[in-house]
């Protein structure tokens, strides 16, 4: 059995979903070897509204994940295969459009895991995260990032990243004012 066979059957996918960094230390490379690799959330952008909106603790923003020199993200496509792909860091606007202006990125802490483990992980979560499942309000790039970070550091992503997407999804009224295409693109 290869070191990320018995890796992944000793511990559930998501056994550190509870938020606190101790809850992943089981995590740990089987072989005793400390790792720590930072695990950075680049926060970008969708639309210039935001410059008047976030002063309010609203916005509309993208997210991903960038570990070990690759930034991993979560967008809508309409197969259902994996919605995960991976960047540049820092590049959304290079890569995806215009509509992305990166804004900051936010250290939550650092991972045990190698890099061939990170990229077992993205395998894994895209079966969760597929391209056909992608909801604007309860199922977008922004619940990637957290899940991702909650199993890499055992830290949730900062709260007024998905405020927005929160709210409207609470509020069925909002949510039904949005294009359909905004909600689940295709």
Same mark, same amino acid.
């Given at each position: 059995?290869?070191?990320?066979?018995?890796?992944?059957?000793?511990?559930p996918? &998501?056994?550190c &979903?509870?938020?606190?960094?101790?809850?992943c230390?089981?995590?740990?490379?089987?072989?005793?070897a400390?790792?720590?690799?930072p695990?950075?959330?680049?926060v970008?952008?969708?639309?210039?509204i935001?410059?008047?909106?976030? %002063?309010?603790?609203?916005g509309?923003?993208?997210?991903?994940?960038?570990?070990y020199g690759?930034?991993?993200?979560?967008?809508?496509?309409s197969?259902?295969?994996?919605g995960?792909?991976?960047l540049?860091?820092?590049?959304?606007?290079?890569?995806l459009?215009?509509?992305?202006?990166?804004r900051?990125?936010?250290h939550?802490?650092?991972?045990?895991l190698?890099?061939?483990?990170?990229?077992?992980?993205?395998e894994?979560?895209?079966?969760? #995260?597929?391209?056909?499942?992608?909801?604007?309000?309860?199922?977008?790039?922004?619940?990637?990032?957290?899940?991702?970070s909650?199993?890499?550091?055992?830290?949730?992503?900062?709260?007024?990243?998905?405020r927005?997407a929160? #709210?409207?999804?609470?509020?069925?009224f909002l949510?039904?004012?949005l294009p %359909?295409?905004?909600?689940?693109?295709m």
């Amino acid at each position: 059995m290869s070191k990320m066979s018995m890796f992944f059957n000793r511990v559930p996918l &998501f056994s550190c &979903f509870s938020g606190n960094s101790e809850s992943c230390e089981e995590l740990l490379p089987l072989n005793g070897a400390v790792r720590k690799e930072p695990v950075i959330l680049n926060v970008y952008d969708l639309f210039t509204i935001n410059e008047y909106v976030t %002063p309010l603790g609203l916005g509309i923003f993208h997210t991903g994940i960038q570990v070990y020199g690759t930034e991993y993200t979560f967008g809508g496509h309409s197969l259902s295969n994996t919605g995960i792909f991976e960047l540049a860091p820092r590049s959304a606007q290079q890569e995806l459009g215009q509509n992305f202006r990166y804004r900051e990125s936010i250290h939550l802490g650092h991972t045990h895991l190698s890099r061939d483990e990170v990229r077992r992980l993205v395998e894994q979560l895209g079966w969760q #995260f597929r391209g056909n499942s992608y909801h604007l309000t309860s199922h977008n790039c922004n619940h990637f990032s957290d899940a991702m970070s909650r199993i890499l550091c055992g830290r949730q992503i900062p709260g007024w990243i998905n405020r927005l997407a929160h #709210f409207v999804g609470c509020v069925p009224f909002l949510e039904r004012c949005l294009p %359909p295409d905004w909600l689940t693109p295709m």
